[in-house]
């Protein structure tokens, strides 16, 4: 069964090679037929699929429902914008800063999960993320409050630049992403979500596996975030907020979740939300959040696997899988 | 500080706090009895209080016909939610597609009813017990209200053939079914029962607070508290539970300052999460399955 | 497999990335040319991103209204050009950059800030790059990191604001109370969400040596406010300053009121307590209350031109009185209008030019209907954007009361409850 499921998907690369030569190339020509907006959007795009592969490694692959996944990101974001801002230290110094903030968090979270599991572990991240956004507001004289900091202006990159990095970033996280879903840690990762208590009767130690998949993922969304902060060019306690929670979510499960190719196929829809945005009149402007619900709704419940269940469906007959993979309640 | 503003303090916490503990009962028993996690549950607190407030002060429908609209709406509602997206047992699915319906409901809200705050304008009586010491009328209304609603729920429960097959279908689900309970009907029952205690609550919180679209985080965020307190399924101890918040919530800000009362809040809360995550009361493991 | 497919990606990235960075410096030099072909008669537009949806959308239909208006005033036209306003929907930070970037896209490069000023910090930064000339009401005290030719804060900048709030709290102390700076005990109550405000106010108290008696900042999702007010009951202080919006202003004044609790003097900072909604409680408990704002439309005539045409206009074309956030937006259009003035119509699509007028601007107090001046210093933040008045609640209307060129009424300190 298991490897008969592996040989499909040997076989699916084949087509899934030329559309990601298709992807890549036309991701190379945004910046020389886009203009700003375009090479914009791109951009949000590349970081929804840097946070989208976070999140499925955690939820995909290891099997913890991350539901706050913005508190890493948020964490990235202030790292960066304090050491540089307030500190004036080089960027490497705040992308270093918010990759430790992010990795002593990690480790809070991976330890939590690691002792709770279902609900109770769930409603452990939203009390740590509400704690963390109140702190973001109240601690001022560090964090800027509400209003944020203002990044010092010769940190200013034009928009071709950053569009770059975010490509770079963006295929760099995927080929992380692919390397360990095929790698050892990965079979573990996937061996303690589909049965931790078979796992840990042969020896595996669920904690350090489980603080393990958290650091690396809470890793990735913290580049996500110190880029963002680079982009936006300063922060904003905004970048904790439940929405973008909700929006990572959506591109992994509206691409498939586990798969490598999932917050690519997902991240279409950030770039049809901006596109829509345009497009409508201003006051419609609610209905783009409903249409994200909705769509999210309907893929759950249909679809849990995504558009890419749908593209293999209609090669490939699909089994009757159900939610399995976010499955969270053990 | 004389020990009077204290005893001041602590009735306003126990009062406010029996208001929580009736909010977060409606959730404990959808996650603990049931075993359906809704997330939308604060936003639909924060819908039936915009209601609340459009049907009473805005369209002016007498208060008796407001709340048997209401109520059908909630049932209603809850019957919808139940049969089209909450009909599985997974929590995951549960947890996403009810917060995707939250989403929906605030942004409805923000469509129809505008983003602003709203407010019922209504001044609380207070009733003096000393000179110094004195309690908010509704406050005390909406606290034995609230008592009453849950021990005529706990009664429904128990007494009503109802309620005894909620219970059966709730602790053995195919051995109900052997005795001719339709388990699925059962529990759209039960479901669209939770949303009317939802609906009560929103009414009793619309006479006590100011409403805005983001309101249900709060109350979502106290909820999850109150539950893990006293334990998820336990609906009796919420109560209690939501006293001691209430109490604890009140203390914070007045012993330690007003800037600390989320990190502490929230902070203990991890900590009982991860100390004693069958709550504060219970030792045993099959709490989930107590009503 | 795996690594073939990694192989061929990577190669493809670089090929590519190289054709890009040949074709880059042609794309920049397509957006000048597409600027510059839309010249003469057309219309010339400014660009406001305001909160249309979302939370804020009472303020940002404010700004709105208030740019509309100024147009209409203006005749639509200066020295025979066409003017025209152009909105779109900034709901957060995030939006708010992406409709920037599809405005400019869509040729628009003089901008003024909407409600919230939002994504103001992000737009300081990178204007220059894009010559979009930019006029900012955005308060933030480190909004301007450096020098710029076509990012300008025209608006007040926040520690006037609440570095001001406390003078005027000496003042009154000082005139009314017979309490010397010294001697004067000062009740601070504040969201967290306004920390940023707050913050300057404090450094005020400490310079002028006013004792701060108690300092609560509480969560912005705080309900219940009996701890606070019991608290403030059982303080010894003579002027009470809540920060407030609305969220938690109208819950914090109707239990003050329910318990049968008087504060000695309250001057609210701003944002909430000179606006309308705060009328709405009632004169049980407006009246009496002093509010340090932003100037308001409510002003006296003769202080400020066309304060009294704009306010009469407003609400005849809204149905509302204008807040002070009208006002604002009002106030920033006619700035620049000043500034359009000054260059031929035919030059003001080269916003290098029009960035130049707006720097030499030299508008004196009174010469606009918001009161301010304009004067640039060298970081581009207007220094005539610092007097800020002092209103009473008096039988339901907002009565300026300091400072004396500007008041319509004396204050009555202190107020006796009827």
């Known amino acids: 069964m298991r490897s008969d499921n592996l040989l499909r998907r040997e076989r699916l690369l084949h087509p899934l090679t030329a559309v990601s030569l298709a992807l890549v190339i036309l991701a190379a020509f945004v910046p020389i037929f886009g203009d700003r907006l375009m090479m914009n959007i791109a951009i949000m795009a590349m970081i929804y699929i840097i946070l989208g592969h976070s999140w499925n490694l955690l939820t995909g692959l290891a099997g913890m429902f991350s539901i706050t996944h913005a508190l890493f990101f948020g964490l990235g974001v202030y790292g960066m914008s304090i050491s540089v801002a307030k500190f004036h230290l080089p960027i490497i110094a705040g992308l270093l800063v918010g990759l430790l903030i992010n990795i002593v968090m990690s480790a809070i979270v991976g330890m939590i999960g690691s002792k709770l599991s279902g609900l109770y572990f769930v409603m452990a991240q939203v009390g740590l993320s509400q704690t ?183 090669g490939l007959k699909l089994e009757g899988k159900s939610m399995k993979k976010v499955s969270i309640s053990k | 500080m004389g020990i009077d503003t204290f005893i001041n303090i602590i009735l306003n916490g126990i009062l406010i706090g029996g208001v929580y503990g009736l909010v977060a009962s409606a959730f404990t028993f959808q996650a603990g009895a049931l075993q359906i996690v809704n997330f939308s549950y604060g936003s639909s607190t924060m819908l039936a209080m915009y209601l609340t407030f459009f049907l009473i002060k805005e369209w002016n429908i007498p208060i008796v016909f407001a709340v048997v609209i209401l109520f059908a709406l909630f049932f209603t509602i809850g019957w919808i939610m139940r049969r089209t997206i909450l009909n599985n047992t997974n929590h995951g699915t549960q947890i996403l597609t009810t917060m995707a319906v939250e989403l929906v409901i605030i942004n409805l809200v923000i469509i129809f009813f505008t983003g602003f705050p709203r407010d019922m304008a209504i001044f609380e009586k207070r009733i003096n017990i000393t000179d110094t010491i004195s309690v908010g009328l509704t406050q005390l209304i909406c606290f034995f209200l609230a008592a009453a609603v849950l021990v005529s729920f706990h009664l429904f429960l128990n007494k009503t053939w109802a309620g005894m097959s909620i219970r059966a279908v709730v602790q053995k689900k195919e051995i109900a079914n052997i005795m001719g309970i339709n388990s699925e009907r059962i529990m759209d029952l039960a479901f669209s029962i939770s949303y009317l205690i939802i609906a009560i609550a929103g009414i009793m919180l619309m006479t006590m607070f100011q409403v805005e679209p983001h309101f249900g985080n709060y109350m979502m965020t106290i909820s999850f508290l109150v539950c893990v307190t006293a334990g998820i399924g336990n609906m009796g101890g919420s109560f209690l539970s939501g006293i001691i918040i209430g109490i604890l919530s009140a203390l914070i800000t007045t012993l330690l300052g007003a800037q600390f009362h989320d990190p502490v809040l929230f902070g203990l809360f991890v900590l009982i999460l991860l100390v004693r995550p069958n709550g504060l009361f219970n030792s045993s493991k099959r709490i989930a399955r107590q009503i | 497999m795996l690594k073939k497919t990694i192989g061929t990606i990577l190669s493809t990235f670089l090929l590519a990335s190289t054709l890009a960075g040949c074709a880059s410096s042609s794309s920049s030099a397509k957006d000048e040319s597409s600027s510059s072909s839309s010249k003469g008669s057309e219309p010339f537009k400014i660009s406001m991103i305001t909160p249309l949806t979302g939370n804020n959308t009472f303020g940002g239909n404010e700004f709105k209204n208030g740019a509309e208006l100024a147009i209409e005033h203006l005749g639509g036209e200066i020295n025979g050009r066409k003017i025209e306003m152009e909105f779109a929907d900034g709901p957060d930070q995030n939006a708010t950059l992406s409709e920037f970037e599809r405005l400019y896209n869509k040729g628009s490069r003089v901008f003024v800030s909407g409600y919230g000023s939002g994504a103001d910090r992000t737009f300081a930064t990178m204007v220059d790059e894009m010559q979009v000339l930019y006029l900012s009401l955005a308060w933030d005290k480190d909004l301007i990191q450096g020098k710029s030719d076509y990012f300008y804060r025209v608006g007040a900048n926040v520690v006037d604001f609440s570095s001001g709030a406390m003078d005027q709290a000496v003042s009154v102390g000082e005139k009314y109370l017979g309490k010397d700076a010294k001697d004067l005990k000062v009740a601070v109550v504040y969201t967290s969400n306004f920390e940023h405000i707050v913050e300057p106010f404090k450094e005020r108290a400490k310079k002028l040596g006013v004792k701060l008696a108690l300092v609560e900042a509480y969560p912005n999702d705080t309900k219940d406010f009996v701890p606070i007010i019991t608290k403030l009951k059982n303080t010894d202080y003579d002027i009470l300053v809540p920060f407030q919006g609305v969220t938690d202003g109208t819950p914090f004044q109707k239990k003050m009121h329910e318990l049968k609790y008087t504060p000695p003097l309250t001057i609210g900072a701003g944002i909430y307590y000179d606006t309308p909604v705060f009328s709405n409680l009632g004169n049980d408990i407006t009246d009496g209350i002093l509010s340090q704002s932003y100037v308001t439309p409510f002003i006296n005539e003769e202080a400020a031109k066309g304060s009294k045409k704009f306010r009469e206009d407003y609400k005849k074309k809204y149905g509302h009185d204008p807040l002070t956030h009208a006002l604002q937006a009002y106030g920033i259009v006619n700035v620049l209008a000043k500034a359009l003035e000054s260059v031929d119509p035919a030059k003001w699509d080269d916003t290098k030019e029009l960035a130049a007028a707006v720097k030499k601007l030299d508008i004196d107090y009174g010469e606009l209907p918001w009161y301010w001046g304009v004067s640039f210093d060298k970081n581009n933040s207007n220094t005539k954007a610092d007097k800020f008045i002092l209103g009473q609640w008096n039988n339901g209307s907002l009565e300026t009361v300091f400072p004396d060129n500007l008041k319509t009424k004396d204050p009555i300190i202190p107020w006796e409850k009827k």
């Open chain 1, 132 to 314: 963390i956004y109140t702190l973001s507001i109240q601690l001022f004289p560090l964090t800027g409050g509400v209003t944020g900091l203002s990044m010092p202006r010769e940190y200013l990159m034009d928009k071709s630049t950053l569009y770059w990095i975010a490509l770079i970033l963006a295929i760099l996280t995927t080929l992380a992403f692919a390397f360990i879903r095929k790698s050892r840690m990965g079979t573990m990762f996937v061996a303690l979500k589909e049965n931790p208590d078979l796992s840990l009767s042969l020896g595996s130690n669920v904690g350090k596996w489980r603080i393990m998949a958290t650091v690396m993922s809470a890793s990735m969304a913290s580049l996500a975030g110190s880029f963002y902060a680079l982009f936006m060019m300063s922060n904003n306690p905004e970048v904790f907020s439940m929405v973008i929670s909700l929006k990572i979510i959506i591109v992994v499960i509206v691409g498939g979740i586990g798969s490598v190719w999932g917050p690519i196929v997902g991240s279409s829809l950030v770039v049809m939300d901006e596109l829509i945005r345009g497009i409508m009149p201003t006051t419609m402007a609610p209905f783009s959040v409903i249409i994200y619900a909705l769509v999210l709704i309907i893929m759950a419940i249909r679809h849990p696997e995504g558009l890419i269940s749908i593209g293999r469906s209609i």
